[in-house]
């Protein structure tokens, strides 16, 4: 069973759309949580950390759930530069969030005029 | 502030010869991580670095692959013998300090190829 693990995708939505991804983690001792988005041949980029009580950013809406192992991503009124590859990334380590992060292997969502 | 610098930015090779990653932290970063990226993969983490200091190899394939971060410079990322399964994107990434509140800044990565 991989680490992290999430649909690959793709997601086609049109511009405007709602869109949701999903993850989940297979060590019940992870401590650090986040969304990052990664373009076409970029490096990847900070999208959001996640925490449990919820966190939103503008459109962009993340949320965890400890008990299921879970992590997800609400995208609303999805534009055209939204496109990229969502990577879902924990990290175990329980004093530093950016040590040894393990990622999923990515959604990737097309958003279309 | 520059941002993680890493070059070059493509690099080929033949199978036997040697590669040479290169990674400059970001101003006042003193932790590096490197991660390799294959073809429809997540990145896996390789191998972190502090100052003259591997911290922590266990991500380090055992044979050909080295890395270190010098007092001066940049840190460096070293496969000998590269074969054709080394080819990946290679990225660094550093961060200030270890809290459960810091991000780490990844560079633009090499594109190894091995023909």
């Known amino acids: 069973r991989k680490e992290v693990e999430q649909d690959p995708g793709p997601f086609n939505v049109p511009e405007g759309a709602t869109v949701a991804f999903n993850c989940t983690y297979s060590?019940?001792?992870?401590?650090?949580f986040f969304w990052y988005r990664q373009d076409c041949r970029k490096e990847p980029k900070l999208l959001m950390s996640?925490?449990?009580s919820g966190n939103e950013d503008g459109r962009f809406t993340a949320q965890l759930n400890r008990a299921s192992q879970y992590i997800s991503l609400l995208i609303r009124d999805s534009k055209l530069s939204d496109s990229a590859t969502y990577l879902c990334?924990?990290?175990?380590?329980?004093?530093?969030?950016?040590?040894?992060?393990?990622f999923g292997s990515g959604t990737r969502l097309l958003v279309r005029p | 502030n520059a941002g993680v610098m890493q070059n070059p930015r493509h690099l080929v090779r033949r199978r036997g010869q040697e590669a040479r990653l290169r990674c400059s932290p970001m101003?006042?970063?003193?932790?590096v991580y490197w991660y390799r990226q294959l073809p429809e993969e997540g990145l896996k983490f390789m191998v972190y670095?502090?100052?003259?200091?591997?911290?922590?190899e266990s991500g380090m394939p055992k044979e050909r692959f080295s890395a270190e971060f010098p007092k001066e410079g940049p840190s460096i990322l070293r496969i000998q013998q590269v074969v054709r399964g080394d080819s990946a994107a290679y990225f660094c990434?550093?961060?200030?300090?270890?809290?459960?509140?810091?991000?780490?800044?990844f560079g633009q990565g090499t594109r190894l190829t091995v023909v």
């Open positions: 990434a550093s961060s200030p300090r270890s809290s459960l509140n810091t991000e780490a800044f």
């Open positions: 060590n019940s001792a992870s401590q650090s």
């Open positions: 996640v925490y449990s």
């Open positions: 990334v924990v990290s175990d380590h329980p004093m530093d969030s950016s040590y040894k992060l393990i």
């Open positions: 101003k006042g970063h003193s932790h």
């Open positions: 670095l502090q100052k003259e200091n591997i911290i922590d």
